[in-house]
């Protein structure tokens, strides 16, 4: 049985799960040690913001190349390399001793963010369009995952084991584990292998990447409204990973453990989010070309009005609080798989890891400049006035836009299904 039809695809899911809860754990776990790396290298939250944008940059500027890669080699040895550039360069800022060089160090941990198009499109040919929503909501549970982990790690374990640098050193370790399983465990698949029309084929024709087709995608309407979302849709997340646990400790005077009492139920509802909003989208799909973007507004429409009563509830009333952060996080994740899923929908699938690639260099663009954005409004104005206004415009301008999308959706959807059609009889002659 080919390894898309078997139980196997499963444990390519399990892999790829595993890869992003502890890279994002990895990548997130800075957040919680916003207090401790300001006061150890005396900087305040304007510096800290050029921290968290140094390695958006780079990771920026390289996913192109990394999308380009994907689509023209084969994607689990790539994967398996930014695993260990993860290790190594994760390892190199856990020994950095003074603020520049940290901010050097961390910065080129953004080499390997640049990874997820690869894993994605990889996915692609292991599940068709009607199951994909839900499996990048369940790969994208590690997002959230990584993060709580990420907080445990910090205020928990951190301290017993030598502090934040010793944490670093055992995500740096784990990199190097999952390249040896990526490396080892996952095969590659003909890009295509999925889509409808030949998911019944024991051989398909070999799509190979050319840049008329990855041009034609880049041209459809459909993707200059997810790489105008993608723009803005980012900004919120990278401003409360950076500092959302500044703000509660400073603003609302939480300690450890009413950050973590507070932050666990938070992070376990909005990791739910992700594959209720993807299951969501794959089940109105299937009633209607609009359903991942009717699915999308529907999520950054409520996640920016529980968010501002969330930000505007008094510190005193922690539940409250805690309750407008739950509703927020139940639909800030539901446009994220539903965004992916997009993308696959109306890219060619030789061009799909170059196409995201594309959407994500725009989106982080936008995102890379969020920690300074937010730093700068926050030394001026205060933490929580910079994190509500962020998230608030981001969700409202990224509504705009996809109503747009809805549009230019169906047209887009059949036009590729007509290509795939095509391509399936003529290799039925």
């Not at 409250?320 to 699938?349: C, E, G, H, K, R």
């Not at 400049?369 to 969700?395: D, H, K, Q």
Request: hydrophobic share 50%.
């Amino acid at each position: 049985m080919a390894p898309s039809h078997s139980r196997y695809r499963w444990f390519v899911v399990v892999v790829f799960f595993l890869f992003m809860l502890l890279h994002q754990t990895d990548r997130l776990m800075i957040g919680p040690m916003q207090e401790t790396i300001e006061q150890e290298f005396g900087i305040d939250d304007q510096q800290w913001g050029l921290i968290n944008s140094g390695a958006l940059l780079v990771g920026t500027v390289l996913y192109p190349l990394w999308g380009y890669l994907y689509d023209r080699f084969a994607r689990p040895r790539l994967l398996a390399l930014a695993s260990f550039i993860w290790g190594l360069t994760t390892w190199v800022s856990a020994i950095a001793p003074t603020f520049r060089s940290f901010l050097f160090t961390r910065a080129s941990t953004g080499i390997d963010d640049s990874a997820y198009p690869g894993l994605y499109s990889l996915v692609a040919d292991y599940f068709g369009p009607n199951l994909r929503g839900k499996v990048y909501g369940l790969l994208q549970l590690a997002q959230p995952l990584g993060y709580l982990i990420g907080m445990l790690l910090v205020l928990m374990v951190a301290p017993l084991i030598g502090g934040w640098r010793q944490a670093f050193y055992i995500t740096a370790a784990l990199g190097l584990v999952i390249g040896v399983m990526i490396l080892l465990g996952v095969r590659e698949l003909p890009r295509g292998k999925a889509e409808p029309e030949f998911e019944d084929r024991e051989q398909i024709g070999t799509f190979r990447f050319s840049w008329a087709e990855a041009l034609e995608a880049l041209k459809k309407k459909t993707m200059w409204f997810v790489f105008a979302q993608g723009f803005v849709g980012m900004l919120p997340w990278n401003v409360i990973t950076a500092f959302f646990f500044g703000y509660l400790m400073t603003v609302r005077g939480y300690d450890d453990e009413a950050v973590l009492s507070t932050m666990v139920p938070v992070i376990i509802i909005l990791a739910a989010g992700y594959f209720v909003g993807g299951s969501l989208g794959d089940r109105l799909c299937q009633r209607t070309p609009r359903g991942r973007i009717i699915v999308s507004c529907v999520g950054v429409v409520l996640g920016a009005i529980f968010i501002y009563f969330a930000m505007r509830t008094p510190v005193a009333d922690r539940t409250q609080f805690l309750i407008w952060m739950v509703l927020t996080a139940i639909f800030m994740p539901f446009s994220s798989p539903n965004v992916v899923a997009t993308v696959y929908d109306v890219v060619a699938p030789e061009v799909r890891s170059t196409a995201q690639a594309v959407e994500y260099f725009v989106e982080n663009f936008g995102a890379a400049f969020a920690p300074m954005l937010a730093g700068f409004l926050s030394v001026r104005y205060g933490r929580g006035e910079a994190i509500l206004w962020i998230c608030v415009a981001s969700w409202l301008l990224c509504f705009v836009l996809y109503l747009g999308a809805l549009f230019t959706i169906g047209p887009d959807i059949r036009t590729l299904r007509a290509q795939m059609s095509a391509r399936a009889a003529a290799q039925g002659t």
